[in-house]
């Protein structure tokens, strides 16, 4: 065979394994680089991200227990427990869930401070004694006590949320209803 079309027959081999890899490496890239979006976020919290699954799992579980509640009402309760639970491992609190974690930075950061003076339950008993069915003040003391309190955590709970709120960055992207 002469020598230039053993060249020939080479040239055109290696052209032929060439395009096959070539075609090979685009079929193989195209399952790699194929990106799909998995859950969409719907909200952030300075660097954590709310996805639309965590946030349709936690709307649905609330619905279960209060029909009427808005999808607003549940992200907003959402972005509240991401900044308590920041806030609560800036003090290294842990517990087995992260509902746990809240409730114990709740009990030592807030509640731990609240006190109830004695005038202040005895004044509630006599505006309210109505309420209380005739029960005199030492059988009712301590509920109104918790109540009281509770009023008060509400209270100190909101304004912690709100000072927690002005140092984040938050950006919620939910679509309405």
């Known amino acids: 065979m002469p020598d230039c079309v ?18 090979l490496c685009t079929v193989l890239m195209q ?3 194929h990106a799909e979006i998995h859950d969409r976020v719907v909200a952030f919290v300075d660097n954590q991200a709310i996805t639309l699954s965590e946030f349709t799992l936690q709307y649905e579980r609330t619905r279960k227990v209060s029909p009427a ?3 607003e009402e549940v992200i ?3 972005i509240n427990r991401l900044l308590l ?16 974690i809240v409730r114990e930075y709740i009990d030592l950061k807030i509640r731990a401070f609240i006190r109830v003076p004695e ?16 029960k005199d ?8 006590e918790r109540y009281l309190m509770e009023k008060d955590l509400n209270v100190r709970l909101r304004e912690t949320i709100a000072g927690l709120r002005k140092g984040a960055y938050i950006r919620v992207q939910l679509t309405p209803e």
């Open 6 to 23: 053993m060249r020939q027959s080479r040239g055109a081999g290696r052209l032929f394994l060439q395009l096959h890899i070539l075609i």
């Open 31 to 33: 399952g790699l680089c």
């Open 69 to 71: 509640v808005t999808r």
């Open 76 to 78: 907003t309760t959402m």
């Open 85 to 100: 639970l920041r806030e609560a491992r800036k003090y290294r609190i842990e517990a087995l869930s992260p509902e746990e």
């Open 119 to 134: 005038s202040e339950i005895e004044a509630f008993y006599g505006t309210n004694i109505a309420r209380f069915a005739g």
């Open 137 to 144: 003040f030492d059988q009712v003391r301590d509920e109104i």
